[in-house]
């Protein structure tokens, strides 16, 4: 029994130190340090093993508990973001918040539903307009992957629900694809950042504000790809997975490269409010997530209710063993400057794309608050 509780507590003590671990990323940037970036994705896994230690430790009425207790509280915060209680998800009556937006953002995946390689189909084209009947039209549309689907136009059905306004990363305003924003509110001022991100300046009543509309760098992960990570989940390790390891390392650099070259300077240089909107590519805790939060708050964190996940192109569980879909995540976001108040955070099922959407309502406080 004793040699028992010795191997016991150096696992635990390893455990414990793993968890700490998993919440390094937003402190040591990937140029410096890839590792800390990797281990973000381990901080449910190490969590809930530390919990389970902590119930056996107080089974044997042993003190050892404390290790695993203490762990956890010292990272207590970075459980709110990826759990959260007490949030709202109904979007308050417009009569009683005259200043308030609601913002729907989107990965469409091009219409191609939730498979990792579908064709774009007019069924999940009139879904999505569905979808937007049904949420009452939100007044912006932060979209990502938009694209033209055949015998469906679907911009001109969107025009005929009220968006008068748009801007796409591919197109312009004439024939968007790709990153779009599509507006009820009027489009006083646009800005290209790159193939796969927009910003916008728009109006309500007398105050603007900005709507940056983003497609953070993808991981691009192959049928191969999601094969490997599904091996090394068991343990395996050979060439084909190493090379796996290096994509999810590119990416992880080209987040940094986006946020320091193009993203940071329109966040820090904005003279109006800002919101911050589209598929991040990467998971709270990661070090992209501690920039931007250090500028702007999360609206999930904000209203969120319950265990969020966006990512929809699996079996739709956390960390499915023998699976080769990746683990499902919380990888589209909506950011805010402090001049904006979350009113309700939702994240709506959906079968459409291999994501699922996030409507927020916010409110634009006044100049006098």
């Known amino acids: 029994?004793?040699?028992?509780?010795?191997?016991?507590?150096?696992?635990?003590?390893?455990a414990a130190?793993?968890?700490?671990?998993?919440t390094l990323a937003e402190l040591i940037a990937p140029s410096s340090n890839i590792l800390p970036s990797v281990l973000t994705y381990g901080f449910l896994p190490m969590l809930v093993l530390n919990l389970v230690l902590l119930i056996v430790w107080l089974c044997?009425?042993?003190?050892?508990?404390?290790?695993?207790?203490?762990?956890?509280l010292l990272r207590f915060s970075y459980i709110g973001l990826f759990f959260q209680i007490g949030g709202t998800s109904e979007v308050p009556p417009a009569d009683e918040h005259p200043h308030m937006v609601t913002?729907?953002?989107?990965?469409?995946?091009?219409?191609?539903?939730?498979?990792f390689e579908a064709a774009a189909s007019a069924e999940h084209a009139d879904a999505?307009?569905?979808?937007?009947?049904?949420?009452?039209?939100?007044?912006i549309l932060c979209l990502q992957e938009y694209s033209a689907v055949p015998d469906r136009n679907v911009t001109d059905s969107l025009t005929a629900r009220g968006y008068l306004h748009r801007y796409g990363a591919h197109g312009g305003?004439?024939?968007p694809s790709g990153t779009v924003v599509f507006s009820k509110l009027p489009i006083t001022y646009v800005k290209h950042i790159d193939q796969q991100k927009v910003l916008v300046e728009l109006q309500k009543g007398k105050r603007k504000f900005r709507v940056c509309c983003v497609h953070m760098d993808s991981y691009q992960f192959t049928l191969d790809n999601r094969s490997d990570i599904d091996d090394m989940r068991h343990g395996k390790l050979d060439s084909t997975t190493r090379r796996t390891l290096s994509k999810a390392k590119e990416t992880v650099l080209c987040h940094e490269k986006e946020w320091k070259e193009l993203l940071r300077p329109l966040v820090t240089g904005s003279s109006v409010p800002m919101l911050l909107a589209g598929d991040m590519n990467?998971?709270?805790?990661?070090w992209l997530y501690g920039q931007?939060?250090?500028?702007?708050?999360?609206?999930?964190?904000?209203?969120?209710?319950?265990?969020?996940?966006?990512?929809?192109?699996?079996?739709?569980?956390?960390?499915?063993?023998?699976?080769?879909w990746l683990p499902q995540f919380r990888i589209d976001m909506v950011f805010h400057s402090p001049e904006f108040t979350t009113l309700s955070y939702h994240r709506i099922k959906s079968d459409i794309s291999d994501h699922y959407p996030v409507l927020v309502a916010l409110e634009l406080r006044s100049e006098r608050e």
């Open 1 to 14: 029994m004793k040699v028992f509780r010795i191997i016991l507590l150096v696992f635990n003590i390893l």
């Open 17 to 22: 130190l793993g968890l700490v671990a998993t």
């Open 60 to 72: 044997m009425g042993r003190w050892e508990f404390l290790i695993s207790a203490g762990t956890i």
């Open 103 to 115: 913002l729907l953002s989107y990965n469409l995946h091009n219409f191609g539903g939730r498979k």
């Open 128 to 139: 999505f307009l569905q979808l937007l009947d049904e949420n009452n039209h939100p007044d």
């Open 173 to 175: 305003s004439d024939n």
């Open 282 to 286: 990467d998971i709270p805790g990661s």
């Open 292 to 324: 931007i939060t250090d500028y702007l708050d999360d609206t999930y964190c904000d209203e969120g209710s319950g265990f969020c996940t966006t990512f929809n192109g699996g079996s739709g569980k956390l960390l499915p063993l023998g699976h080769n």
